[in-house]
């Protein structure tokens, strides 16, 4: 199948099989290698990508469900230059350790806060619940997600009381 989606504000067109699993796609065919795939089940969180702005797990959604779509994977979530402020968050407070689930609970967390952006410290461990770390025992990546919402509401974190 010709398979037309747009992948980070970029239109694409490529020829696969319509089952081709999206993670696949995404990394290997697109080279955008930020989607991780952990567990190849769906339990882990590790490949989620948004698509029309909602989290998905690439690893479950099959090429064929992409067509006409979006799709923002973590490369188009911040640039080096401009980080969204979750990814700024996670890095000043050390939410990421060996960086595996990194991009699935940032693109979770950037989602979350445009639905509720001013969550408490239980509404934001619930919002990542389905987002394994294996390495930072969540308090990092509640710190961090806890200073992108006061980020994006326009405050910074010398006004946190």
Known sequence: MILRFTVNRKSVELETEP???????????LGLFGT???CGSGECGA???????EPRLSCLMLAAQLQGREVTTIEGLGTADSPHPIQSAM??????QCGF?????ALTAAEFLTRQPAPDRLAI???????????TGYQKIVDAVQEASLVMAGNDRKKKP
Not at 19 to 29: A, F, M, S
Not at 47 to 53: A, E, I, P, Q
Not at 125 to 135: I, T, Y
């Open 91 to 96: 890095a000043l407070h050390g939410g990421v």
């Open 19 to 29: 089952d081709c699993r999206v993670v696949d796609i995404l990394r290997e065919d």
């Open 36 to 38: 991780k795939e952990g």
């Open 101 to 105: 689930c990194t991009p699935g609970m």
């Open 47 to 53: 490949c989620t990508v948004l698509v029309d702005g």
């Open 125 to 135: 461990r619930e919002a990542l619940a389905g987002n394994f770390c294996r390495c």
